[in-house]
């Protein structure tokens, strides 16, 4: 199976996806999380990627779409794959259908996790990220069992450099005026299932299942 989570920072993508992933067994894949991975490493993609991401533009199609045909290549096309952040513009959404038809493989469901803008800016000012995993938290609604630490490697948690206030609003326009058309996109295939993202975690997590008939 291969599903698609879209919706704008702060939709929950990302949380979500970890649960979903961890208990369905299938394969995470976050360009967000491969992004800040290749600029921590230090790698060419990184530093090319470190600019555009503080300041919450989007890095150039081209790369992420180069990253995700590499690790799709790598994993084996035939799993089943959870795209986490990608596609992002309609040019990427076209690659990624493209590179599954070529080898026989398409998606199943794009789950737009919709969201409004004030809860949006609420969670990711008070998100804390993992440094090792990558999993979140929100000092309020979603405070680590240990402050400062990951409930699931121990990791140092964190600011990430694009969750504050100036990216934060960037980020948004940036998904209002290049991410939202790919609502329509996947409508249009019939492969959109909506779900409310303003919703508590758990939730939207009953949704997400319920859409994706587990
Ligand atoms: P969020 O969804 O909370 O904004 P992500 O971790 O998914 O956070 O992405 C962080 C940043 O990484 C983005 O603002 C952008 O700069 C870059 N990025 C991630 N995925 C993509 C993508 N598919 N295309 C272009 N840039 C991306
Ligand atoms: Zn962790």
Redesign the pocket.
Known sequence: MKIVFLGP??AG??TQAVRLCGEKGIAHL????M??EAVRVGTEVGLK?KS??DS??????DV?IRIIEETLSRLGWEKSFLF??????VA?AEALGEMLKTRGAGLDHVVYLETSAGVAVER?SGRQTCRKCGANFHEKNMPPKRAGACDHCGGELYQRD?DRPESIRN?LQ?YEAQTADLIRYYADKGLLRRVSGDLPAGDVYAEVQQVLGF
Do not use: E
């Open positions: 920072p702060g993508k990302g976050s360009t967000g999380d992004l800040r990627a555009y991401m919450g533009a989007l890095v150039p199609d992420v986490d952040g990608f596609p992002r513009t990427q990711l694009d980020r940036v």
